[in-house]
């Protein structure tokens, strides 16, 4: 259908996420017609390379081969079936799989079909297992600030991004906030430790700063750890709450503190897991164990919507009994498990295998770091955060001071129209600019798309509100 048309009918019967429609009065969206590897391309055939995987969802690229034969044989034999009382191949080989790919003591899969959904089946599964193991008392949660686990009324309450949920604060139940593990903004006040990936990546690195910011962590566990059912944390990588990497080193520590005192640990691993980070989960780079964890993203190598929410034996024991015994996990969704899904999920599974791309990323993050270095000559970059295929500008109105742009002077704007005009999908959130790169990117790419980012960042008229300093 004509463009024009289309553009018409979506501003009379569409409402986008994460969009002010406004923006959109007199210009028109992005219309994409089809996508090919890292490509995106519009009507008129313009590309533009998805430096942000699709909302972080997609990794051999876009339409792979062997994803469309899974998907396509398994839409032959069966599209949908509850999964309650009724099972089918894919889910039950899937969940396979990833008990294998995942630490030991995660033994049990929980379908279900998006990463705020894996959050609260998360989150429900840990309150109801205290109930029915003798410790009802524990009935807290504690979470980051800046953290960000989704957008249902549940996940919001866990959420550290006031930004996206204040108007609803008044629903929102109560929990424990800690302060994050931010460096550059160091809530302890110390020193960020320097920008050495090796240090960053090695749980056993010591910091100058001792993770100091965990300080009211330990004292929160101390005065009311019995009280508390489980800490719900993204691993190495706050993404929605602004991209801030922290060193492995903290989550090793926060995960023994946390065990310390018998909390649940549910890793929100919905953005950071499946080879994002540079290992296929993150939890691998400080070699912990959660009670709970949660993958939806890139677990379809982002063809289709589907979330797990893995967990142990032990939490798994405390709902088995007799049907009388009233301890039925009673939570489910339509899709749960969806066997078109599955395929797609156990189509990425076997393009991991086939082209072995865990091997293949070392050498695409050491370039990819080695065309950034330069960013951060620009006045306005204030932090450069490295971690796998993610990479994060923070942009700041003067270095010294780290003064932020104001929220309402909106710098991520005009910097994403620029990228549009260079045929990047770069979609800043607040002052920071990121890439999150499909796998499957070449080094090449990474080349064209660090210099097309380049003019887009370097150009001072691209960085609106800095001359204001
Ligand atoms: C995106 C995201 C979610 C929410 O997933 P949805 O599928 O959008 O509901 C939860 N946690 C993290 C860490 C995420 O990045």
Redesign the pocket.
């Given at each position: 259908m004509n463009e024009a048309i289309l553009q018409q009918k979506d501003r009379a019967c569409l409402w986008h996420p994460f969009t002010q429609q406004y923006d959109y009065a007199r210009r028109d969206l992005l219309l994409i017609d089809r996508a090919e590897g890292v490509m995106l391309y519009d009507g008129r055939g313009k590309g533009y390379f998805d430096t942000i995987s699709s909302?972080?969802c997609i990794l051999h690229g876009h339409g792979h081969p062997t994803m469309k034969a899974y998907v396509r044989a398994q839409m032959e034999r069966l599209d949908q079936v509850l999964l309650a009382g009724t099972s089918h191949e894919p889910a039950i080989l899937l969940a396979e799989k990833l008990v294998e790919l995942t630490p030991p003591a995660l033994s049990k899969v929980f379908y279900s079909d998006?990463?705020?959904?894996?959050?609260e089946v998360a989150v429900k599964m840990s309150l109801q297992y205290w109930q029915q193991s003798g410790q009802p008392r524990r009935r807290g949660l504690v979470a980051l600030e800046r953290?960000?686990?989704?957008?249902?009324i549940g996940?919001m309450s866990l959420g550290g991004v006031p930004e996206f949920h204040q108007a609803f604060a008044h629903l929102m139940f109560s929990s424990h906030r800690i302060p994050p593990p931010y460096c550059y903004r160091c809530p302890a006040g110390m020193e960020p430790p320097p920008a050495d990936a090796a240090g960053l990546n090695d749980p056993d690195a010591p910091l100058a700063c001792d993770c100091r910011c965990l300080a009211p962590l330990e004292k929160l566990l101390a005065e009311e750890g019995e009280g508390i059912a489980a800490f719900i944390l993204?691993p190495r990588i706050?993404?929605?709450g602004g991209m801030i990497i922290y060193p492995a080193a903290w989550l090793r520590r926060a995960a023994e503190l946390t065990r310390r005192h018998g909390v649940h640990l549910i890793f929100?691993?919905?953005?950071?897991g499946f080879g994002r980070t540079g290992r296929m989960f993150a939890l691998e780079s400080a070699g912990v164990t959660p009670d709970f964890l949660?993958l939806?993203?890139g677990l379809t190598g982002g063809m289709l919507?589907m979330?797990v929410t893995m967990t142990t034996d032990e939490v798994y024991q405390a709902f088995y009994a007799e049907y009388s015994q009233g301890k039925t996990f009673f939570h489910g969704h339509t899709f749960s498990g969806n066997p078109l899904a599955a395929a797609a999920a156990l189509g990425s599974l076997e393009v991991f295998r086939q082209e072995r791309t865990m091997a293949g990323l070392p050498a695409k993050i050491e370039h990819l770091g080695r065309r950034l270095e330069r960013f951060r000559d620009l006045p306005w970059v204030g932090d450069l955060r490295r971690l796998g295929m993610i990479a994060a500008l923070e942009l700041v109105k003067d270095r010294a001071t780290k003064t932020p742009f104001a929220p309402a002077e909106r710098v991520g704007w005009p910097i994403y129209l620029a990228g549009l005009e260079e045929g990047l999908i770069l979609r800043p959130m607040g002052n920071v600019v990121y890439l999150w790169l499909p796998l499957s990117v070449t080094s090449e790419e990474i080349t064209e798309i660090t210099e097309r980012m380049w003019r887009v960042l370097s150009n001072p008229a691209n960085i609106k509100g800095f001359s204001a300093v």
């Open positions: 909302w972080w998006n990463g705020s959904t894996a959050c953290g960000y686990h989704g957008d249902t996940t993204e706050l993404a929605a929100d691993e919905v953005a950071s949660c939806s993203k919507p979330a």
